[in-house]
């Protein structure tokens, strides 16, 4: 008999925010088995779950979820009772460079879980697929009003274009086949196990490695932060006490200019690394624009806080002073996945097994 009283798929959880939801999940939810499915791109590393791996209620799984026939084997298999799906390509300049793999991913492999989600789940209404998407479906703001559950959709960037298009086919499958979805849109994360291409732990490892620090346009560009343990807990009250159909947004109430920010990590790192002050400023290096640059992303996040009684718990002072402690004693994760390293340590670990 299953020991369990549920079984969930989360998917991309070797990645950024899926470590973190995993690692919440696995913890705090010792009746539920959590299964892990991550193609390991470059962005995902099992490292991140390292502490978790041997868990009893925790099994990872090697997969794509472009892949239509793996897909439906695996619900076949494990009877999901639940799927919270973060697997995507997700930095808008790769997507720039490389459309169609975000097209591959974020959109027909969404489309893969939800057919195996109505394959398997029949009418059973108890089943749920949670999506996870991004504010920046949403489109840009200018420096007025937030984004709203409301917003028409407006999409910029080939990501954001991929991440809209999956939004609304979870729409369809939930309106047309009438499975239980959710979808939250969340403004920008930052904190541990954030790979160093996004702004804040790039700065980061280039302050550390005293190299430039590249600022798009005039870092005019303004985007609304949230600690990714945040995210996490958004993520926990959604899934169980969301309503099917709804869409939650999720945001920081923190907006901040790029180079603002990034003036302000200059400051923290200079503390920590007993540089002089002023000193990591000047690795500041204004560069050309991103084609399509959203000017302003802000969320207004007060439904979930009115309905489901979330709201963040982390200032950004504390969140960002956590962030940059976390790279310090971490150097060698930096190393290892700039470097591609993690490929290796997961043939080591897991394909013997
Ligand atoms: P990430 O790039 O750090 O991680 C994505 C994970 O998905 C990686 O582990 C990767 O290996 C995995 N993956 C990619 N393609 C796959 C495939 N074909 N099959 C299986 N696994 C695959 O991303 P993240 O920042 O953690 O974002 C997670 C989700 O949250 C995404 O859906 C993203 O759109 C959304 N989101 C991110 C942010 C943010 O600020 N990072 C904000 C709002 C929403
Ligand atoms: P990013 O972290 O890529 O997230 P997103 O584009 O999804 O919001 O970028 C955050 C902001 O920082 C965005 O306005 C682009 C800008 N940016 C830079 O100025 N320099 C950089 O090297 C990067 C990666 C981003």
Redesign the pocket.
């Known amino acids: 008999m299953n020991q369990f009283s549920k079984t969930l798929l989360i998917t991309g959880g070797a990645g950024f925010i899926g470590s973190h939801v995993v690692r919440l999940f696995v913890t705090k939810y010792p009746e539920y088995k959590i299964v892990n499915l991550d193609k390991l791109t470059y962005a995902g590393n099992l490292e991140n779950l390292r502490d978790i791996e041997n868990a009893p209620n925790y099994k990872f799984i090697k997969g794509d979820i472009v892949d239509a026939d793996f897909i439906q084997d695996l619900f076949a298999v494990y009877q999901f009772d639940g799927v919270i799906h973060l697997a995507a390509e997700s ?3 790769r997507s720039i460079s490389n459309p169609i793999e975000f097209v591959m991913t974020n959109v027909v492999g969404t489309v893969n879980l939800l057919n195996a989600a109505k394959h398997n789940w029949k009418d059973n209404k108890e089943k749920r697929f949670y999506h996870i998407s991004t504010d ?1 479906v949403y489109g840009t703001l200018g420096n007025e009003g937030l984004f709203t559950e409301n917003t028409p959709y407006d999409p910029h960037s080939p ?1 954001s274009a991929s991440k809209a298009s999956s939004d609304h086919f979870v729409r369809a499958y939930h309106d047309t086949f009438g499975i239980n979805t959710v979808i939250s849109n969340c403004s ?1 994360n930052y904190g541990p196990n954030h790979f160093p ?4 732990p ?1 700065a980061i490892n280039n302050i550390l490695n005293k190299k430039p620090i ?3 346009g005039k ?1 005019e ?1 303004v ?1 609304d932060w949230l600690y990714v343990i945040d995210h996490a807990r958004a993520i926990d009250v959604v899934f169980h006490n969301g309503k099917s159909g709804e869409t939650y947004n999720i945001g920081g109430h923190n907006e901040w200019k ?1 180079i603002d920010l990034i003036r302000l990590l200059c400051k923290i790192m200079d503390k920590k690394l007993n540089r002089a002050e002023g000193e990591s400023e000047k690795l500041i290096t204004f560069v050309t624009d ?1 084609a399509g ?2 000017l302003r ?1 802000a969320i207004d996040a007060s439904k979930i806080e009115k309905e489901l009684g979330w709201k963040p718990s982390v200032t950004f002072e504390k969140g960002l002073e956590q962030t940059v402690d976390w790279y310090l004693n971490n150097k060698e994760w930096l190393q290892n996945v700039t470097s591609g390293n993690y490929q290796k340590y997961y043939e080591q670990q897991y394909h013997n097994r």
């Open positions: 930095h808008v300049d920046e990501y920008n291409e996004k702004l804040i790039l590249p600022i798009y870092g560009n985007r790029n991103r640059h959203d992303y």
